[in-house]
Every structure is written in C-alpha cells, then in structure tokens.
C-alpha cells in the first residue's frame, strides 16, 4: 500500500523559515516524479515544485528563488525547504507520487496525473 505522510508545517512569522518532508513507502520511490502542491482557504490547489527521478526541479514563478524542493532516495523521503516565507504561502501543503513517467510529464504534467496524496500538513505565515 502507497503512503505519503508529511511532516513539518506549523506557524512561522513572514521571512522565517519551515522544512517540509514527506516520507513515502509501499512503491519504489526512487522511480516515481515527485511534487509538492498547496491550497489556501478558498482557492484551487496548485503546484508549488517538481522533481524527476533525475532530481531535476521545477518551480511555481511565485516560489522561485525561495524554495527548494529535493529528495532522498536512500530514506525514501522528499523534502521542500521554504525560505523567505510569506502570509500568501499560507495554505495546506501536499506531497504527491507519480508512477514513471517521461521527463516532460513529470515536470509539466496536470497535476491530475499524480497518483498518490498526503494528508497534508498545514503552514500558517504571519505578517
């Protein structure tokens, strides 16, 4: 059985840092696309970073320079490093698992394509 289960989120106040991480198991994680994705109180979900099985990343433009996305394979576990943080990246945070697929996809892909979902973990930023 497939589980994400993140960890990390909390209160921080704007231009602090935070840590999430997302233990996975039940698959071979080192094979699957990996994302973070988030969703504030009222707003769509969207993609906030990606990373191939090459740990390649992509960003969101409104998180690039801040954010870090990255993963282990040898824990099994995907980490995003939030710098800078601000009260518009409070939301809930999600970590995703995508079975193989090409670069492109991984990387551009709808976010529909990703197979497995967290729980979430909540980060709260104040002003």
């Known amino acids: 059985e497939v589980q994400l289960v993140e960890s990390g989120g909390g209160t921080v106040q704007a231009g602090g840092s935070l840590r999430l991480s997302c233990a996975a198991t039940?698959?071979?994680?080192?094979?699957?696309?990996m994302g973070w994705f988030r969703q504030a109180p009222g707003k769509e979900r969207e993609g906030v970073a990606r990373?191939?099985?090459?740990?390649?990343?992509v960003y969101a433009d409104s998180v690039k320079g801040r954010f870090t996305i990255s993963r282990d394979n040898a824990k099994n576990t995907l980490y995003l490093q939030m710098n800078n943080l601000k009260p518009e990246d409070t939301a809930m945070y999600y970590c995703?698992?995508?079975?193989?697929?090409?670069?492109?996809?991984?990387?551009?892909?709808?976010?529909?394509?990703?197979?497995?979902w967290g729980q979430g973990t909540q980060v709260t930023v104040s002003s």
């Open positions: 039940g698959y071979t994680y080192s094979t699957y696309c």
């Open positions: 995703a698992a995508r079975r193989p697929t090409t670069w492109s996809q991984c990387r551009y892909g709808s976010q529909d394509g990703f197979d497995y």
């Open positions: 990373i191939d099985v090459g740990a390649n990343p």
